[in-house]
T-cell receptor
């Protein structure tokens, strides 16, 4: 599984590009996954979720893909904007509402 | 979405003193609240899980006597950092949920600096 506590990897994109942020989760029994966006000095903000009986879910400008075979989750952001710059975390529900967070990815969007 | 309010948003305290952080669910009943700790540029690390009216469950390595958690009502949980030391300086975040497999809503976080 992912190691919590390491420094964040960074994804740099140009405004208007599509962004793909990846996450590997650890618990094959997890049945609910969430992507969060965290801006500096603030708490995480819900973006989109997906249950294990689905492999894709779309929101406004965002799509989450779930591959249970390889325990992989991705977040796709279409037409990335400067306001999307933040740290993105995936989280898996490992039972009884307890969330386990991935290590996060910092997204930097250049105008 | 639902609102979780965390107070204070930042606090500076002297080494050896205690600090209390409040987490309130404003428009829903939180059966479970979670407390996280986050160091700069790192992920959120779960400290403890608390259910209303019962003792908190602490993650391995988290000292329950140092980080006192009280969840006396369905809308309020508190985290008290006792005898704070500079190494306790961190960003503390709470979240609340109303049931299994429902979204957890996060507070704004509290920046604790111990001097």
């Amino acid at each position: 599984g992912e190691s919590v506590g390491l420094h964040l990897p960074t994804l740099s994109v140009q405004e208007g590009d599509n962004s793909i942020i990846n996450c590997a989760y650890s618990n094959s029994a997890s049945d609910y996954f969430i992507w969060y966006k965290q801006e500096s000095g603030k708490g995480p903000q819900f973006i989109i979720d997906i249950r294990s009986n689905m492999d894709k879910r779309q929101g406004q400008r965002v799509t989450v893909l779930l591959n249970k075979t390889v325990k992989h989750l991705s977040l796709q952001i279409a037409a990335t904007q400067p306001g999307d710059s933040a740290v993105y975390f995936c989280a898996e529900n490992s039972g009884y509402s307890t969330l386990t967070f991935g290590k996060g990815t910092m997204l930097l969007v250049s105008p | 979405g639902a609102v979780v309010s965390q107070h204070p948003s930042w606090v500076i305290c002297k080494s050896g003193t205690s600090v209390k952080i409040e987490c309130r669910s404003l428009d829903f009943q939180a059966t479970t609240m979670f407390w996280y700790r986050q160091f700069p540029k790192q992920s959120l690390m779960l400290m403890a899980t608390s259910n209303e009216g019962s003792k908190a469950t602490y993650e391995q390595g988290v000292e329950k006597d140092k980080f006192l958690i009280n969840h006396a009502s369905l809308t309020l949980s508190t985290l008290t950092v006792t005898s704070a030391h500079p190494e306790d300086s961190s960003f503390y975040i709470c979240s609340a949920t109303s049931g299994v497999l429902t979204e957890a809503f996060f507070g704004q976080g509290t920046r604790l600096t111990v001097v």
